[in-house]
């Protein structure tokens, strides 16, 4: 440990989130900070301190995984290793953003044996995933070309 250095530090004083900080987890490939809170979770780009929204939309226990899975409207995925009972510095490590859907997370709903999961987004779009996170279908919510001789389906995993 005496090998590092110390090459930047980022202060979020004045970052205006509801509620009060529990807990932060970095993205480094995106370049920001996800910050949760009582209130929900919120994403703080480092470079512009852009805030982006990150309002719960759908959580869910996930009984094979042994984590929870969170859907946040700005469109991240996220799991939450859950088990024994942990300190501050454990909690960072034990998530994990699995996605994030670039035009934003309307609902997140899973099927009762939780093999799939469906997210509608802010396109009124569906995706269908499987538990691993494997996209399985996309499928506009509104077809343009709705009539008597094109097929279409009903998916309901409720």
């Known amino acids: 440990m005496r090998n590092l250095k110390l090459l930047r530090t ?9 509620g009060k900080p529990q807990c932060f987890s970095l993205r ?5 900070v996800l910050i949760g809170s ?3 979770l919120v994403e703080v780009d480092a470079v512009t301190r852009e805030v982006s929204d990150g309002c719960i939309v759908g959580i869910q226990d996930l009984l094979d995984h042994e984590s929870v899975c969170v859907a946040t409207a700005s469109g991240d ?7 024994t ?7 960072l490590s034990r998530l994990e953003c699995v ?3 670039a035009i934003g997370i309307s609902v997140m709903n899973w099927n009762p044996d939780q093999e799939l999961v469906l997210f509608a987004t802010g396109q009124q779009t569906l995706i269908m995933m499987t538990k691993d996170f494997e996209p399985i279908m996309e499928e506009r919510i509104h077809q343009d070309d709705f009539s008597e001789g094109n097929y279409s389906f009903v998916c309901n995993i409720l």
């Open 10 to 18: 980022l202060e979020f004083r004045d970052i205006q989130a509801p």
């Open 38 to 40: 009582e209130h929900g």
């Open 99 to 101: 996605g994030n859907v």
């Open 28 to 32: 480094g490939e995106q370049g920001t």
């Open 85 to 91: 009972p942990m300190n501050f510095l454990k909690c």
């Open 77 to 83: 995925v996220i799991l939450f290793t859950t088990g």
